[in-house]
């Protein structure tokens, strides 16, 4: 990746008195920094120190323009494939004392995200005494959820009380 803060020495920047010179993948020896700059200015070119900490370094003569234009975009690309690797993990929070249409109102959207080869998850938060009163009730609400995302998704994780939660996670099917 081409960080803007850090920019590769280019022709007299170059502090090296003897280097290895290269053009097109092809060496063209070792020789004086005023050598390779003459040679590459001859051809319209710049003179780039690419391993700088090599005995002796080495440079490249190119289109340093183009360079950093193909650093570019290879650096997207990366970005790119990167992002469409990370799995989304949605939550759904419920309560111990939900209705049966909500129940069903966040099982179709819980369906939908599996099916868009997301997972799900689903935190039930107990409040205050609720623990103590609804804990069956909401371990119930769950195994009810669970059933219902069976068709296209399959328990991860759960469902476990972590703390004043009941967390169940569900990733999809694949196909």
Do not use: W
């Not at 990370?86 to 819980?110: G, M, W, Y």
């Amino acid at each position: 990746m081409v960080n803007k803060n850090f920019r590769h020495r280019i022709n007299y920047n170059i502090k090296s008195l003897s280097i290895r010179v290269f053009k097109d993948q092809q060496p063209l020896g070792i020789m004086t920094t005023d050598q390779a700059v003459k040679i590459a200015f001859d051809e319209n070119l710049t003179l780039v120190e690419l391993v700088s900490n090599a005995n002796p370094p080495v440079c490249h003569i190119m289109d340093y323009g183009k360079y950093l234009y193909q650093e570019k975009i290879k650096d997207k690309e990366k970005l790119r494939k990167q992002r469409e690797s990370v799995t989304l993990i949605k939550e759904i929070r419920l309560s111990p004392v939900i209705s049966q249409h909500d129940i069903e109102t966040k099982l179709k959207n819980a369906i939908g995200f599996l099916q868009d080869q997301k997972k799900v998850q689903f935190n039930m938060q107990f409040k205050s005494r609720q623990i103590h009163t609804n804990k069956e009730g909401g371990m119930k609400i769950m195994q009810q959820i669970i059933d219902g995302c069976n068709i296209v998704g399959n328990v991860e994780y759960g469902p476990k009380f972590e703390g004043s939660k009941l967390i169940c996670r569900i990733t999809s099917k694949q196909i």
